[in-house]
């Protein structure tokens, strides 16, 4: 099953950690990764390697904010689509945190997300993707899409995120 969670609400991540703790209370074997994020940024983190090991991999730089420096952000999403397809065949279930915005930004291409898509169809491994945008295709090509919209929230009104509820 390939499964999206998308839109402009909180609660994307949490959705791909509760898909997860899911899987492996019933004793599937899952694979996390984070795209965007920098490691040690997010509270989640800390569990996640403790909980899969090297089945967690975060290669994030931050949030793209000048185009001219895209190539390291670049490298970085490749490098995590490489270790997403290398690891994939092993696992039950591969979460892709944040990739939506890889693909959004450029920094991965829909040819490189379809062949992971195909991929995990042909290797029977359930695909978690997650990210503000998902795009038309993708919604096509997905057994579920979940839309999280923002209803209220802090930061509307200038308030900072919040250490342990939003990261």
Same mark, same amino acid.
């Given at each position: +099953?390939?499964?999206?969670?998308?839109?402009?609400?909180?609660?994307?991540?949490?959705? %791909?950690?509760?898909? +997860?703790? =899911?899987?492996?209370?019933?004793?599937?074997?899952?694979?996390?990764?984070?795209?965007?994020?920098?490691?040690? %940024?997010?509270?989640?983190?800390?569990? #996640? =390697?403790?909980l &899969?090991?090297?089945?967690?991999?975060?290669?994030?730089?931050?949030?793209?904010?000048?185009?001219?420096?895209?190539?390291?952000?670049?490298? @970085?999403?490749?490098?995590l689509?490489t270790?997403? +397809?290398?690891?994939?065949?092993?696992?039950?279930?591969?979460?892709?945190?944040?990739?939506?915005? /890889?693909?959004?930004?450029?920094?991965?291409?829909?040819?490189?997300?379809?062949?992971?898509?195909?991929?995990? =169809?042909?290797?029977?491994?359930?695909?978690?993707l997650?990210?503000?945008? /998902?795009?038309?295709?993708?919604?096509?090509?997905?057994?579920?899409?979940?839309? #999280?919209?923002?209803v209220?929230?802090?930061? @509307?009104?200038?308030?900072? /995120?919040?250490?342990? &509820?939003?990261?």
């Open positions: +099953m390939i499964v999206v969670y998308a839109g402009t609400g909180k609660g994307k991540t949490s959705a %791909c950690l509760g898909q +997860m703790l =899911r899987a492996l209370g019933h004793g599937k074997t899952v694979a996390f990764a984070q795209f965007i994020k920098r490691d040690g %940024c997010a509270g989640e983190q800390v569990l #996640l =390697r403790s &899969l090991g090297s089945h967690f991999n975060v290669q994030g730089l931050g949030f793209v904010k000048n185009c001219a420096d895209k190539a390291p952000h670049i490298e @970085a999403a490749r490098n689509l270790w997403s +397809m290398a690891i994939l065949p092993s696992v039950w279930l591969l979460i892709l945190d944040e990739v939506l915005y /890889a693909l959004d930004y450029g920094l991965v291409s829909k040819s490189q997300l379809s062949e992971l898509l195909v991929l995990a =169809r042909k290797s029977a491994t359930h695909l978690v997650s990210g503000r945008k /998902a795009p038309d295709w993708l919604i096509e090509a997905s057994d579920l899409v979940s839309l #999280l919209s923002s209220k929230h802090p930061h @509307a009104l200038g308030q900072k /995120a919040l250490l342990g &509820l939003e990261y």
